[in-house]
């Protein structure tokens, strides 16, 4: 094992240019797997078999003909890989030489580990040469790894790539979050209507979670709190007959790029104490002990599949509290293992970044865990939470604001109540100092909305306690220091600060596509992938026509391969010879997959009247969950399904239009869809999405956008230009003046082909057997108020779709537009945004 490792890092150290041939082949599917081996230097390679021989067939002793086994095998040894490097990390940060960065969340979404493992530890090679004599190749022991399908979307997926940069710019930043039993569910599609399974991906083990039952933390819930004074006048509180649970953490590695640093991503399990088993079974009342056990255990079995809406569920808050108290108290323990317990230095030698307000009953625990547990008194904590916590907003939707009801809080965590309390009624004398006799101020700002039964804003909470409060886009950080939180930005401009969005270029563009990563590599060398601005040279190759031609290839090559997959999983015949036309994403009004489906039906009726003109042949790609209690969005799902069997299923209509809906859209299915897409489509009401990541994937990957001027496409569309984007619709001003006089009927009148198309869906078309399923979806669009402004947008996005088509139709000027939208993807590197944390926000090294 040891002998690998130093062979490895020998090999990297003193052939420093080896890099760049190396990341040529850094794919499975570029390079044949003979062409690998003659090339290489197989010390390495023989080391890393020895270990894969050992794990195949004495340590697990497996099956090597199971797929399932050999990933396993495969998936240990490289975790022994990183074992030593994973230590020397932590051993290094414990000496708290450089700022600790937490970055709390309750998603990750990590999708596979394998690949990007490989990846960052450059052994993708290597592997690929040990696999040699075994029946199974790479690619295939990679597809039976399980996502670790930790998150609901954007917010989640975003954590993990922030890891992923975190850990590659030498960061030492810890990942706290959830590990769900179950994760996102599994979407089935049956008879067009979405069906939820549940997501068991923990069934068959997690090779790369390492289990630390020594580092496990207790936190409490329930029971009462009571005080008492000290010889010294001073008041103490204590929060007692608590029911408390175990937290388990189960580590997994984050690697950074080729760099030595292996960070951590901590995900607490929640288990019962033993001494609560215990008084009960002494108590006789066994049945009960292992009944309590299991409400335990709860905490941590499900990850809550809400995308922007919160439903007030009491285990949720559960899960919020677990997550932060156990956090925290990891963070503090590990501070004291250091510095004792002065914690003069706390604040300037960690922070807290919290996604979203879901982690931020997080400020009362800190301010509970510094008073309660050691001794500091409120203005010495407050100072240290204050200056420690930073917050990123990642929605202006109301819907998706977090509120608790305050009986709950008090049943559930009487202790944090008390100093929610508290931390209100002294930020209100602020808001008093700063808007004297304003009485609506004061309700308006207040941490606790009052009423019929009151609630804990969360937004405002996590506002009142950070010292930085950010957005993830211009447009969506404006928005909320002129709307949302105008009060607080008035109060308090100066923590106010946009850090636009960005995705790990590792994953987005070296792993998923590793053709186009090849060709890149070939023209630029390999440095792109850790500084993506590097990619503007690629401007001076858009009249190169063998350059063309090449990239024209890879896209062709990689949308053969998503054919197979959504031949596979759709059962629709896609050709690469079309336009791959794709929007992946949640599905949610706002995000308007319903504009979408309309153009489409549009398109069908225009070629069943055989007007075809200046029409490029399309294939249509839609995948997304809805939140299972999201009526409307299973409805967009049903419609789409039925609109994809009329258009599949018309052999007049398939030569210029295809539609598919794929099932279960995860991370997994994105590195297979994102290289293989012409056009991307992000075509939200303006004002309502806050960045959009998956936006800044495609276009890195070279595909065109068709979007609106929302979150982060105004950035993209700045870097790229108006003539390399199909820009349309309302902007955020427009769609705020229009609402209240919004009148769908008059968009109608003004658009022949928006009628037509209600027309065809009021007929029933696409429902004979099911009359009228799809009437509340006509409904909304005719609703004056529809929020999302469906028909004010169609026709605008028709026009826009029109011109996508001309385009398409001049591949030589379509090649040109792809390249320089992949050349100017760079600002939407992680790494960028990270710098801009790190500088801005966490002043860490
Ligand atoms: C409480 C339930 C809940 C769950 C999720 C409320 C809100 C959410 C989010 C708003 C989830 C989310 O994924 N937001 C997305 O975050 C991305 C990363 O910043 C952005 O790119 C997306 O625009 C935003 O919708």
């Known amino acids: 094992m040891t002998v690998t490792k130093g062979k490895a890092r020998e090999k990297k150290n003193t052939v420093k240019t080896a890099k760049i041939k190396v990341s040529e082949k850094t794919s499975p599917k570029a390079v044949s797997a003979s062409d690998q081996v003659k090339q290489h230097d197989c010390d390495p390679c023989e080391a890393l078999d020895a270990t894969f021989k050992r794990q195949v067939q004495g340590v697990l002793g497996r099956d090597e003909n199971a797929t399932n086994d050999m990933y396993s095998a495969l998936a240990s040894t490289i975790k022994l890989q990183l074992l030593e490097q994973w230590r020397e990390t932590r051993l290094k940060d414990n000496q708290y030489q450089q700022k600790q960065v ?32 075994y029946s199974a190749d790479l690619e295939t022991l990679q597809e039976a ?95 007692i007959d608590t029911q408390d649970v175990n937290a ?183 808001v008093a100092h700063h808007w004297p006799g304003d009485n609506d101020k004061l309700a308006a700002m207040s ?181 299972p209690g999201y009526a409307m969005a299973k409805q967009i799902i049903k419609l789409a399904n039925n609109v994809a069997h009329m258009v599949n299923s018309d052999p007049l209509v398939t030569p210029f239009l295809r539609f598919a809906f794929l099932p279960n859209y995860n991370v997994s299915a994105m590195e297979k869809i994102c290289p293989a897409t012409d056009l991307s489509e992000q075509i939200s009401t303006a004002g309502k999405e806050a960045s959009g990541t998956g936006n800044m994937k495609f276009m890195m990957n070279g595909a065109m956008t068709i979007g609106t001027l929302d979150g982060a496409n105004i950035e993209m569309l700045e870097e790229v230009g108006e003539d390399n984007f199909f820009l349309f619709g309302l902007n955020a001003d427009e769609v705020s003046q229009l609402k209240p006089h919004y009148n769908p009927q008059q968009y109608i009148q003004q658009s022949p082909a928006l009628g037509h198309v209600l027309e065809m869906l009021k007929s029933g078309h696409f429902n004979l057997v099911e009359p009228g399923i799809f009437d509340s979806i006509i409904a909304a669009i005719e609703d004056p108020y529809d929020q999302w402004m469906i028909a004010a947008d169609f026709e605008a996005y028709r026009v826009a779709q029109e011109k996508v088509s001309q385009v398409y139709a001049d591949q030589h000027h379509w090649t040109q537009m792809s390249i320089r939208n992949t050349a100017a993807s760079g600002r939407f590197s992680s790494d960028n945004t990270i710098s801009a944390y790190r500088d801005e926000i966490w002043h860490a090294k």
Request: charged residues 25%; negative net charge.
């Open 447 to 627: 941490i606790i909305e009052e009423g019929h039964e009151p609630h804990v804003r969360m937004a405002y909470l996590a506002i009142v306690a950070s010292f930085s409060v950010n957005g993830v886009a211009g447009l969506h950080t404006k928005l909320l220091k002129s709307g949302l939180f105008n009060d607080f930005y008035q109060l308090w401009p100066d923590k106010f600060n946009n850090k636009t969005n960005g995705v790990t270029p590792r994953r987005w563009l070296a792993h998923c596509n590793p053709r186009l990563a090849q060709l890149l590599t070939r023209r630029l060398g390999d440095s792109w992938m850790t500084d993506l601005t590097q990619l503007t040279a690629l401007n001076a190759f858009t009249d190169d026509k063998a350059f063309i031609k090449q990239w024209q290839a890879v896209k062709y090559d990689n949308k053969v391969d998503l054919t197979k997959l959504i031949a596979q999983e759709c059962e629709v015949v896609f050709e690469p010879e079309m336009m791959f036309d794709v929007q992946v994403k949640r599905i949610h009004e706002y995000k308007r997959q319903l504009l979408n489906i309309l153009h489409v039906i549009h398109l069908y009726q225009r070629i069943v009247a055989d007007d075809t003109e200046g029409l490029q042949p399309r294939c249509v790609l839609i995948g997304g969950k809805a939140a």
């Open 145 to 239: 790894e399980l996502d670790a399908g930790l998150g609901n979307g954007g917010l989640g997926r975003l954590a993990a790539c922030f890891l992923d940069s975190c850990a590659s710019l030498d960061l030492a930043v810890v990942g706290y979050g959830i590990r769900y039993e179950y994760g996102m569910f599994k979407q089935k599609l049956v008879d067009g209507y979405q069906v939820e399974q549940p997501d068991r991906w923990l069934r068959e083990g997690n090779p790369w979670e390492v289990r630390m039952a020594n580092h496990a933390i207790t936190v409490p819930f329930f029971g009462h709190t009571e005080s008492y004074v000290d010889l010294k006048g001073h008041r103490h509180y204590v929060w």
């Open 102 to 133: 937490a970055y709390l969340s309750l998603e990750f979404l990590m999708g596979r580990t394998l690949g990007n493992a490989l990846l960052s530890l450059d052994l993708t090679d290597d592997t690929h040469a040990a696999l040699k004599q």
């Open 248 to 430: 388990i953490p189960h580590d997994m590695p984050v690697p950074g790029f080729r760099n030595g640093r292996i960070n951590t991503l901590r995900l607490w399990k929640a288990e019962a104490t033993d001494d609560f088993d215990l008084a009960e079974f002494n108590d006789g009342d066994y049945t009960e002990a292992v009944a309590r056990k299991n409400l335990a255990e709860q905490i941590t079995m499900v990850l809550y599949p809400n995308d922007a809406s919160e439903n007030g569920k009491e285990l949720r808050l559960r899960q919020q509290y677990f997550l932060s108290s156990a956090s925290l108290q990891d963070i503090i323990q590990r501070y004291v293992a250091v510095h004792g317990t002065d914690f003069s230095r706390f604040s300037e030698l960690n922070v807290m970044q919290l996604n979203d307000t879901h982690p931020s009953i997080a400020v009362p625990e800190m301010m509970r865990l510094l008073m309660d547990s050691h001794g500091l008194n409120w203005d010495q904590a407050w100072a240290i939470t204050s200056k420690s916590v930073a917050y990123t907003n990642h929605t202006l939707l109301p819907e998706a604001l977090e509120r608790w009801p305050v009986r709950m809080l008090k049943h559930m965590l009487p202790r944090i109540l008390d100093i929610i309390y508290e931390i209100n009624a002294r930020y209100l004398e602020d």
